[in-house]
């Protein structure tokens, strides 16, 4: 039954060719596909606010007489205009207006404003409101909150508005079709639901909606996770329908391979590698994530099955986001490989030229059993002759896409290849529901023995001295230090200054220690010079950047200056923290912050303080920064609800993933248009 509303939208008032190939653009075919444009948040013009009783930042209608309108020349030549009502003067100013407009605002004359009331140095302002001149005693407001939409496709706001009204007010005759099984009750209709969030009455909870958690929205946000979930589900379905090698391995190369190590795989590792073992020998690919905490030990279980899949007489592609992961993946595997013959390539940016037209040929001749690099290895030239096995390391700085990718390169008659994801820091768990439906998930939840919690300290930048006089006690004490500089610029070279200052400072009021520097822009040799002179204990206290945030191992290292670390992410705290505590001696971090700190910034160091735990920590990043931030896939739209909310909406999950399973299960042909619906044509995600 398609009802009115799959009509086209052409068939609304004000909406000719030239407006529907704009709408088209932007996934908007059908009437009904506006009713799921739906607001991000909404103005409340149903009433009028006295002009004392408005809060700062908050969008608000205000009513007023003018007492005088005047050009200011300030910084920047404005129209400034007094307004008050018995409550108190607010100025409206303006920097773009006419001499008519001037003209208009005499003293005496009553104004209904609408804007956001700032709380400037000279009283309340509002800068450019909307207004317009109304008579004494005039009543009339807004009987709904005006929804805010997104403005996509270079369509204003008020012709968002005007389209979706049409839309709502056919709604009302005929609801789009209800796409979940009905043994599901949930406390909404679907088109009762789209009618509250595009017109909400002007008594509707407005706290509620603006936390997102109104009943109307989660009946959506349910359904557009199923959406979600699904799209992850077929995805998955799509890759396991494909052919991949089946990885036998050799279980006694396996095991010399594991002797030969200094230490043995503790039982989350072994755990964790079995279930590797097991998938890689299947005829279908491996879509498996391994989380683990910083230092839980997931390079080896990469390790292992890398030699698995080269032992099979199969290419093996390990993928890290920064130059420096992958090259100290580089050096770790060329350690432990050091005794068996295999050959391995190496691919990152700055390979060029020559090089790199010689690493392209040992990758597509199968002459390089591993190849280990960067982005690098998504280029289109980049060929495999048996790519058996694709390990990403961090998955959280990649898109789904560019995994994908790499697997359509394995080289002809190969089939897929098999796919290990590891990431960085753990994901919460809730998150990677969402975010990786399409893996399957093994835990590495125990960290090698020995390993002691480290000790955060938060100290204000005031207190510098003291802790500069910490790190020579410690130092004299025979541990060794690291100071970690951050900048928030991107640039190698001012990051490197930083880090050279600091360091000449240090030394200066240090004269007694061996002071050593390491950053970016130093060449490989010189960098691996520091570090190994630091892992040889010549060095008593480095200054780094963050490129020590992986990789760099140094037991005797116990104690960490962190620098700015408001400036960071969690994830990224936590794994320069996790560069001590690695010996027997007991460690300790500074985050030496400079104040004010924001309250962001407060709960994000405290949250550091109270805990060691990674998983924690990520749950905490979440709650604080969003799963933009968390899973560093803002750009390709991953994560872009249209109206569900993570962590907000955590508790529907649960729900969310019974719903999909029951459509897949017993309701096949529902899967197709809940897609549809939510992910549209436009949807970045919707091209997976
Ligand atoms: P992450 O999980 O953070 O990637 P790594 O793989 O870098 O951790 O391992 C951290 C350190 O622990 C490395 O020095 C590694 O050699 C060491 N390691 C790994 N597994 C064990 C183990 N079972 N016992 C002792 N040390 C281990
Ligand atoms: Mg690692």
Redesign the pocket.
Known sequence: MPGIAADPVTQLRGVGPKLATKLAEVGIHRVEDLLFHLPLRYQDRTRVTPIGATQDGVDVVIEGEVRVADIAFGRRRSLVVRLQDGTGTISLRFFHFSAAQKNNLKPGTRLRCFGQVRRGGSGLEMYHPEYRQVIEGEVETEDALTPVYPALGGIGQNQWRKLCAQAVTRLKHSSPQELLPTEHPLPYGLGEALVFLHTPPPDAPQESLREGNHPAQLRLAVEELVAHNLTLQGLRAQQQAAGSPQLHGNAQLLEQFLDSLP????AA?QRVMQEITEDIAKPHPMLRLVQ?????????VAAAAALQAIASGYQVAIMAPTEILAEQHRL?FMSWFSQLDINIAWLSGRIKGKKRVEALETISSGSAALVIGTHALFQADVMFERLGLVIV?EQHRFGVHQRLSLTEKSGPDVGRPHQLV?T?TPIPRTLSMVAYADLDCSV?DEL??GRQPVETALIDNSRREQIVQRVANACAGGRQTYWVCTLVEESDVLQAQAAEATAAELAEALPELAVGLVHGRLKPTEKDLVMAAFKAGKIDLLVATTVIEV?V?VPNASLMIIENPERLGLAQLHQLR?RVG?GTAASHCVLLYQSPLSLNGKQRLQAMRASTDGFYIAEKDLELRGPGEVLGTRQTGLMEFRIAQLPTHNHLLEEVQDIAANIQANHPDLAEPLIHRWTGTSREFAKV
């Open positions: 230490f043995s795989p503790t590792q683990g905490d910083v230092g839980s030990g997931k390079t080896l770790n390391d590891m960085a590495i090698p023995p990789g191992d996790g690695r």
